[in-house]
Nanobody
Framework: QVQLVESGGGLVQAGGSLRLSCAASGRSFSTYAMGWFRHPPGKDREFVAGILWSNSDTYYSDSVKGRFTISRDNAKNTMYLQMNSLKPEDTAVYYC?????????????????WGQGTQVTVSS
């Protein structure tokens, strides 16, 4: 059984920063791909960023590239999403997810485990 717990969401003004954390437990993630998704109000869930746990290869959606940074800490079994230069359109519930596939998938249906989500609200 895999557990993913997000934290770090909140309310921030446009241009500000937040760092989300995703604490993982339950099994080894050495062969997993991990990802961040978000669900904006009134829209579908969308891919934000992904990382391979084994070698830290990363991939970003065009909408966050250059502003967000995904990383992981092996010792803490924790993944992070540093979000800078936040915009009102970044407002969403953010989820972390884990996939047993050995590549970074952008389709949420290719992820096996999900956290409960954390709200990020960016005011203008």
């Amino acid at each position: 059984q895999v557990q993913l717990v997000e934290s770090g969401g909140g309310l921030v003004q446009a241009g500000g920063s937040l760092r989300l954390s995703c604490a993982a437990s339950g099994r080894s993630f050495s062969t997993y791909a991990m990802g961040w998704f978000r669900h904006p109000p009134g829209k579908d869930r969308e891919f934000v960023a992904g990382i391979l746990w084994s070698n830290s290869d990363t991939y970003y959606s065009d909408s966050v590239k250059g502003r967000f940074t995904i990383s992981r800490d092996n010792a803490k079994n924790t993944m992070y999403l540093q979000m800078n230069s936040l915009k009102p359109e970044d407002t969403a519930v953010y989820y972390c997810a884990a996939s047993s596939r050995r590549y970074i998938a952008t389709n949420p249906h290719q992820y096996d485990y999900w956290g409960q989500g954390t709200q990020v609200t960016v005011s203008s």
